[in-house]
């Protein structure tokens, strides 16, 4: 078995707490709830996630996302709980000054336009083929 993967191409503009909170509403909402680390942890870093975006954390919240992230990896029954820390382990390892960032601001420092600078779709380029 190869495995698998996924790839989000965002660009400057895209407020990336934002971005890490919808992925882990996803992952919240796809728990089973058999394993514990799962079943308490995905909504435990969604819900911190919230507070981050909403100018409602504080910096230890940051770390404590961290924690709890690298206590679900590796201690689930199956991979969804890998797969839910796996992005904010990446996301705070590559990016952990932006979420500091909305610490210190209290909020988005992006405001409502924290999805990138418009929502339409843009044609995409692979090597000489246009997709």
Same mark, same amino acid.
């Given at each position: 078995?190869?495995?698998?993967?996924?790839?989000?191409?965002?660009?400057?503009?895209?407020?990336?707490?934002?971005?890490?909170?919808?992925?882990?509403?996803?992952?919240?909402?796809?728990?089973?709830?058999?394993?514990?680390?799962?079943?308490?942890?995905?909504?435990?870093?969604?819900?911190?996630?919230?507070?981050?975006?909403?100018?409602?954390?504080?910096?230890?919240?940051?770390?404590?996302?961290?924690?709890?992230?690298?206590?679900?990896?590796?201690?689930?029954? *199956?991979?969804? @709980? =890998?797969? !839910?820390?796996?992005?904010? &382990?990446?996301?705070?390892?590559?990016?952990?000054? /932006?979420?500091?960032?909305?610490?210190?601001?209290?909020? *988005?420092?992006? @405001? =409502?336009? !924290?999805?990138?600078?418009? &929502?339409?779709?843009?044609?995409?380029?692979?090597? /000489?083929?246009?997709?």
């Amino acid at each position: 078995m190869a495995g698998s993967g996924g790839v989000i191409v965002m660009d400057e503009s895209t407020c990336l707490v934002r971005a890490l909170a919808r992925i882990a509403k996803f992952y919240a909402e796809e728990s089973c709830g058999q394993c514990t680390p799962c079943r308490e942890g995905t909504p435990w870093m969604e819900g911190i996630l919230h507070r981050i975006e909403h100018g409602e954390a504080s910096a230890a919240d940051v770390d404590r996302l961290e924690q709890i992230a690298n206590s679900i990896a590796g201690n689930t029954i *199956c991979a969804l @709980g =890998d797969a !839910a820390a796996m992005p904010v &382990q990446s996301f705070l390892k590559k990016f952990k000054p /932006e979420f500091l960032r909305h610490v210190e601001a209290r909020g *988005c420092p992006f @405001g =409502d336009d !924290a999805w990138g600078k418009t &929502q339409e779709s843009r044609e995409a380029v692979v090597g /000489e083929m246009r997709v």
